[in-house]
């Protein structure tokens, strides 16, 4: 007895010896290796197919040296900034596993007054200051050959973004020449320099648009004047920006850019809200600043814009405020989801949610020879309002909302072999009374574009806007930028695939994934317009009440005109009785609502509790009853 007690006893200390010694070895073996498991649904922590296709290319071997600060004080802010370096650790040995040799990978802890401190400088790389004093390293810097990019601090307000400034670098590298971009616009894209005059009068200057600033770090962008007469033939992708009042000679000039082989991206406006913010009249501003089009173009590409109304769209509208107080619901701002975005196209592929601000549609049938993509629309519960007064007053844009049954599109791309909108040459330019006229000089205008181009159009300038598509904030590690909807990577999509890397854009676009309740949505707009339909017939039946009481006091006597007649009484008994039963049936239809809405989230929270426990204990009972007819079948 006692010997077998020992050999338990032996058995027992050796089995868990052996055990510690296995875990112990897999450790040391799986330790070098570095794999991520990846459990969201966008895959927002693997590399995406661009990040593997730009490595995939790589033909030369790219270094990486990445500088990170390892002995710092410990506190609330190094603890911070080194796991968030160990993120940028981990995504950067996926870059050395995916290219396959090709990346080389340094790491570097740059200590006070050390060669690697030295190292991070020659490479442009800064140290952040943090509260005690002391710097903090966290950046790296791509090198091929001669050309060098460096990322000066990884900014963790930045880390969704990580994996695209990553890439960008390797292929700024790799192409260290930039396409040229210009830009045309009406509205000061550029920002606007400090005025000593208007600063001692409290207004300062603006910064250039996020977008500006955006794509010049991936382009170089030259600026381009609204009423110029020749676009540089070393401009690549032109992109005009609310042209409001263009000239027909500056319209001529995208005409001959388009014709030479150009690529064209144009932000028309409907009803331009930023054209109006300089307005000092605070009702003036709220109704916009009018509208922009391109005309002789469009006319002669097949295609027609609505820049005398607004879209609004039920299904897509967008509620202000909240919180304590109740939200305003603003149907001609817009926040698309998927419904409404061509999901199979690389420029909007991954992009899930659009803010578009009472903006225009187009329509028409492209020219011969070119082929149109419809990249943005509306659901069939849209229609067509007056955007000054929809501004003005949502709750009146709300109010007569007809549905149109139509899906109106709200960007468009147009590929094919353009001709020219100017088939007799240049426009003459205006000449005073005084003045003779000049000598009609040959012409040598371009009729018809040689090979294929794209014109990219989109019905809205205010969208990417640094107020409708970025939210700045400052933090202790400097302005934090955070997209609020995917505006800008619409943009950047869509110029980059003119100009520059298509593998970019798939990159890009995974920082702004959103999941909007659509279900929600799409209950509360038939609520709405149940809603709207009472509303409309109180309405009608108080007119006709108002004028049957008119009616009745005419034909009264003047000396009776103070005292309700018994008909008067009545009609008016009547009305209020329709009137009382009308604010019932509202009340109904809003608690139904309410009660639809509440009964989905309770569904929604309840599965979401007992969803894994019922799964664990589904597959528990199941391995045990396995078990239990294995144990039977011996």
Not at 116 to 125: F, K, N, T, W, Y
Not at 211 to 226: A, M
Not at 279 to 293: E, R
Not at 339 to 357: A, K, L, M, P
């Amino acid at each position: 007895m006692q010997k077998k007690s020992l050999e338990t006893f032996l058995y027992s200390v050796g089995g868990v010896a052996a055990m510690a010694l296995i875990l112990v070895a897999v450790n040391v073996i799986t330790g070098g290796m570095r794999q991520r498991v990846d459990l969201t649904k966008e895959q927002a922590y693997t590399l995406s197919a661009g990040t593997r296709a730009i490595l995939a290319k790589l033909d030369t071997p790219v270094k990486i040296r990445f500088y990170c600060s390892q002995k710092s004080e410990a506190s609330p802010e190094t603890v911070f900034l080194k796991s968030y370096a160990r993120k940028v650790e981990d995504l950067l040995t996926e870059y050395k596993q995916a290219g396959r040799g090709k990346i080389i990978l340094e790491k570097y802890d740059p200590e006070p007054d050390s060669d690697a401190e030295d190292s991070a400088r020659l490479d442009g790389v800064e140290g952040a200051p943090l509260q005690s004093g002391e710097k903090f390293y966290l950046g790296l810097a791509v090198s091929v050959l001669d050309s060098k990019q460096a990322i000066p601090f990884l900014q963790p307000s930045r880390e969704r973004l990580l994996e695209y400034d990553l890439s960008r670098a390797i292929t700024r590298v790799v192409t260290p020449e930039k396409p040229i971009v210009g830009v045309m616009s009406a509205l000061p894209v550029f920002g606007m320099p400090n005025n000593p005059m208007m600063a001692q009068m409290g207004q300062r200057g603006q910064p250039a648009w996020a977008v500006i600033t955006e794509l010049q770090n991936d382009f170089t962008v030259k600026r381009v004047d609204i009423g110029a007469d020749k676009i540089d033939d070393e401009i690549k992708v032109l992109i005009v920006i609310h042209p409001k009042e263009i000239t027909e000679t500056a319209q001529f000039a995208i005409d001959q850019f388009v014709m030479r082989g150009g690529k064209l991206v144009a932000f028309l406006d409907a009803n331009c809200l930023i054209d109006s913010r300089n307005n000092q009249n605070p009702m003036m501003a709220q109704m916009g600043g009018g509208g922009s089009t391109l005309d002789k173009l469009l006319k002669a590409w097949g295609v027609s814009f609505e820049n005398s109304k607004v879209v609004a769209d039920m299904n897509f509208k967008m509620e202000l405020g909240g919180g304590n107080a109740a939200g305003q619901q603003r149907p001609t701002w817009l926040s698309i989801t998927p419904e409404g975005i061509d999901t199979n196209d690389v420029v909007t592929s991954q992009i899930d949610n659009i803010w578009y601000f009472a903006g225009g549609t187009f329509s028409g049938t492209p020219a011969a020879g070119l082929k149109k993509t419809v990249l943005l629309k509306t659901t069939t519960d849209s229609s067509l309002v007056d955007g000054m007064m929809a501004n003005l007053s949502p709750e009146s844009a709300l109010k007569d909302f007809k549905s149109s049954g139509t899906e109106f599109a709200l960007a468009i791309r147009l590929v094919g072999k353009f001709k020219t909108a100017f088939p007799e040459g240049k426009p003459a330019e205006k000449k005073e009374a005084d003045q003779k006229p000049d000598e009609k000089k040959a012409d040598d205008s371009l009729k018809e574009s040689k090979t294929d181009t794209t014109v990219l159009l989109v019905g809205d300038a205010d969208m990417i806007h640094d107020n409708f598509c970025v939210q700045d904030t400052q933090t202790p590690f400097g302005n934090m930028r955070r997209p609020l909807n995917g505006n800008l990577n619409f943009a950047q999509n869509a110029i980059e695939q003119l100009a520059g890397d298509n593998n970019l854009i798939g990159v890009r676009s995974r920082a702004t994934l959103n999941r909007p309740f659509t279900r929600v949505k799409k209950m509360e707009a038939q609520a709405e317009a149940r809603f709207r339909g009472k509303v409309q017939d109180l309405e009608k039946d108080l007119q006709d009440t108002q004028a049957r009481l008119n009616e009745l006091q005419q034909n009264k006597d003047k000396n009776q005109r103070f005292i309700l007649s018994p008909e008067q009484q009545s009609e008016l008994e009547k009305f209020r009785k329709k009137q009382a039963d009308a604010r019932g049936t509202l009340k109904s239809v809003r608690k139904d609502l309410r009660q639809e809405v509440e009964q989905l989230e309770t569904r929604v929270k309840w599965w979401n509790i007992f969803a894994m426990p019922l799964a664990v204990t589904t597959c528990g009972i199941l391995l045990a009853v396995y078990k239990r007819k294995l144990t039977g079948a011996k």
